[in-house]
């Protein structure tokens, strides 16, 4: 028997309908993962399921008991499914501890005594036992964002579910949030989780669902939906990951940051890491060192193009550079030093010139 089954689930607003047929079971011990495009519905579903959203029609079943219907007692369901928001929702004049005490004490009568000594080993858990007394406008994005975890464990609910738990953090915080989830998911924690990580997706769930036209457009193991999807719009999201396109529109543009672009998408694709290097070295020496030097005086040489594909099935990475203005092959005309490196980094490189200085690279 399913912990959660949701039937032919609408949700409508005045102006659109995000779900239009959502059905689904999930299983205890189930780590679903949630992607799709932005407007697609997928934290609405969230929303509904532990009702802070009232679905427009539809049925909702959480562990037997319908909560759809007019009379049931949401507060009680609510008790056993915990949320985690994009935004922490900490109570900012309480302390780390007492936000995690303030629910299991006031909502599930805990002695206060029982529920601090197990706030505080809900922090240890989470790595963040020193940062007891502290209150929340004290801490890091991602240390907010494990208290808020660690406050939605303390409640012993059933199933967590995740709104994009990391969309507000920095990059480098993401990992440690990402950390703890996937603990909890060893521990077989049941856990809905919409995000936009994809990598972290494949590693810890059993399930994807990918959402688009109202609905669950597709779902299965994380392996087929992102190695082989079998419907057109997964492909084409799917695809999409897959590619990363950026554009230098001028000197002052932010370099650094394109570099930490690729790393990302290369994070993301499980891109070899000699083959990230390998990229971030042809993006260093072709456009930055090379074609920049070459147009930085010439307006009619922006944007620059870059634009980079990864296929999982033959381990390959293709790197597209066009450029406008006077032919220019970096390869032969620019830095030799350069030149040799590169030859020596990419299995094959092609120049041409079609209007646009147009060079394709191909690591392997």
Not at 96 to 105: E, G, K, L, Q, T
Not at 125 to 141: C, H, I, Q, T, W
Not at 233 to 246: A, N
Not at 313 to 320: G, N, Q
């Amino acid at each position: 028997m399913s912990f959660i089954k949701i039937e032919h689930l609408r949700k409508e607003y005045p102006n659109v309908t995000p779900l239009k047929d959502v059905n689904a079971e999930i299983n205890k011990g189930d780590v679903i993962s949630v992607i799709g495009p932005s407007g697609t519905g997928k934290s609405t579903l969230l929303r509904c399921l532990n009702r802070l959203e009232k679905p427009t029609s539809g049925k909702i079943t959480v562990n037997g008991t319908v909560i759809t219907d007019p009379g049931c007692n949401i507060s009680i369901v609510r008790r056993k499914m915990g949320m985690v928001f994009q935004s922490f929702n900490l109570f900012a004049n309480l302390s780390v501890i007492d936000n995690i005490m303030s629910a299991p004490v006031n909502l599930l009568k805990i002695p206060k005594e029982q529920a601090r000594a197990e706030g505080m080993a809900l922090l240890k858990r989470v790595g963040l036992a020193e940062k007891a007394l502290n209150f929340p406008d004290e801490l890091s994005g991602g240390q907010r964002q494990r208290v808020a975890i660690a406050r939605a464990i303390a409640m012993k609910p059933e199933i967590i579910l995740f709104d994009e738990p990391t969309s507000a953090l920095d990059p480098t915080m993401v990992g440690e949030v990402l950390s703890v989830i996937r603990n909890l998911a060893r521990d077989g924690m049941t856990m809905m989780i919409v995000t936009h990580e994809m990598k972290f997706a494949r590693d810890v769930s059993n399930r994807v669902f990918y959402m688009d036209k109202g609905g669950i457009y597709e779902e299965g193991p994380p392996e087929r939906i992102f190695g082989n999807p079998k419907k057109e719009r997964t492909r084409i999201f799917i695809k999409r990951l897959r590619q990363l396109d950026l554009e230098v529109t001028e000197n002052n543009s932010d370099l650094i940051g394109f570099e930490t672009q690729i790393e990302k998408f290369a994070q993301d694709n499980l891109v070899p890491p000699k083959m990230v290097r390998d990229l971030q070295l042809a993006f260093e020496e072709l456009v930055v060192q090379n074609i920049i030097c070459r147009i930085e005086h010439d307006e009619d040489g922006y944007p620059i193009n870059i634009g980079i594909e990864y296929s999982d099935a033959e381990s390959s990475a293709i790197m597209t550079i066009t450029y406008s203005g006077t032919r220019y092959d970096p390869l032969s005309e620019g830095d030799t030093l350069s030149s040799v490196m590169i030859k020596k980094l990419a299995a094959s490189s092609v120049y041409r010139y079609e209007d646009l200085n147009i060079l394709t690279l191909r690591f392997v």
